[in-house]
T-cell receptor, first 115, second 112 residues
C-alpha cells in the first residue's frame, strides 16, 4: 500500500454536468476526510467518515455535493450540476483513529475545472 | 474571527537561514497540532505533529506549541532550496468525532 490514492487526477467538465471522484485510503485507516482547496487557500473541510458512517458534513456544502463510503473502504464524492465556483482541488485524506491519534495522510488530489 | 490564522506570505529567506512559521488559533479545545508541507499541485505531506503544549524536534524541524497564547510555531534550521513550499498548520480537538482545521498556509521561498 503506497498511500492514499485519488482518481482521476484531473477533470474538466462543462457547467451543469455531474462529476464523481474516487478516493482509496490507506488500507487499515478507518477515518476518511474530504477537503476542497482553492488557489492560495488552505484545505477547507467538506465531510468525513468513520468507517462507513458519515460523521459530519460542512454547512458550506450545498445539496449538490454528496459523499459515500459504502463498505468503509473507498469513498466517492459526487458533485451534481457543477458550477464554475466548484473549480478547485479536491483532496482526500485518511487516518487511523483507535483513540485520539488523528494525523491524516493526504492523496494527491483531483483537480476539477468547470468550464 | 477564523478558527486558525496563518500569514500567507510569501516569505523569502536566504539558504541556510532559520525560518520561523507561525499560526494562531481561537478554539482552546484544540489539543493536537500538525504541520504539513505542500508543493505546487501536490497533496499536503505531514511533517510533524505534537500533542498539547511543548516542543518536538525532528532533524532540522522543530514544532512548538504554546496553548496559553494559542500560538504554534514551526522552525526550520539550515534552510534548503528544497524546503521551498507552502506550509500548512492544522489542528483538532482529539476526540473521536472531530475534523481537522487548516490554516491558509504560508508560501516559503528559500533563495539559493
Amino acid at each position: 500500500d503506497t498511500g492514499v490514492s485519488q482518481n482521476p487526477r484531473h477533470k474538466i467538465t462543462k457547467r451543469g454536468q455531474n462529476v464523481t471522484f474516487r478516493c482509496d485510503p490507506i488500507s487499515e485507516h478507518n477515518r476518511l476526510y474530504w477537503y476542497r482547496q482553492t488557489l492560495g487557500q488552505g484545505p477547507e473541510f467538506l465531510t468525513y467518515f468513520q468507517n462507513e458512517a458519515q460523521l459530519e458534513k460542512s454547512r458550506l456544502l450545498s445539496d449538490r455535493f454528496s459523499a459515500e463510503r459504502p463498505k468503509g473502504s473507498f469513498s466517492t464524492l459526487e458533485i451534481q450540476r457543477t458550477e464554475q465556483g466548484d473549480s478547485a482541488m479536491y483532496l482526500c485524506a485518511s487516518s487511523f483513529a483507535p483513540l485520539e491519534v488523528t494525523e491524516a495522510f493526504f492523496g494527491q488530489g483531483t483537480r476539477l475545472t468547470v468550464v | 474571527q477564523k478558527e486558525v490564522e496563518q500569514d500567507p506570505g510569501p516569505l523569502s529567506v536566504p539558504e541556510g537561514a532559520i525560518v520561523s512559521l507561525n499560526c494562531t488559533y481561537s478554539n482552546s479545545a484544540f489539543q493536537y497540532f500538525m504541520w504539513y508541507r505542500q508543493y505546487s499541485r501536490k497533496g499536503p505531506e505531514l511533517l510533524m505533529y505534537t500533542y498539547s503544549s511543548g516542543n518536538k524536534e525532528d532533524g532540522r524541524f522543530t514544532a512548538q506549541v504554546d496553548k496559553s497564547s494559542k500560538y504554534i510555531s514551526l522552525f526550520i534550521r539550515d534552510s534548503q532550496p528544497s524546503d521551498s513550499a507552502t506550509y500548512l498548520c492544522a489542528m483538532n480537538q482529539m476526540n473521536r468525532d472531530d475534523k481537522i482545521i487548516f490554516g491558509k498556509g504560508t508560501r516559503l521561498h528559500i533563495l539559493p
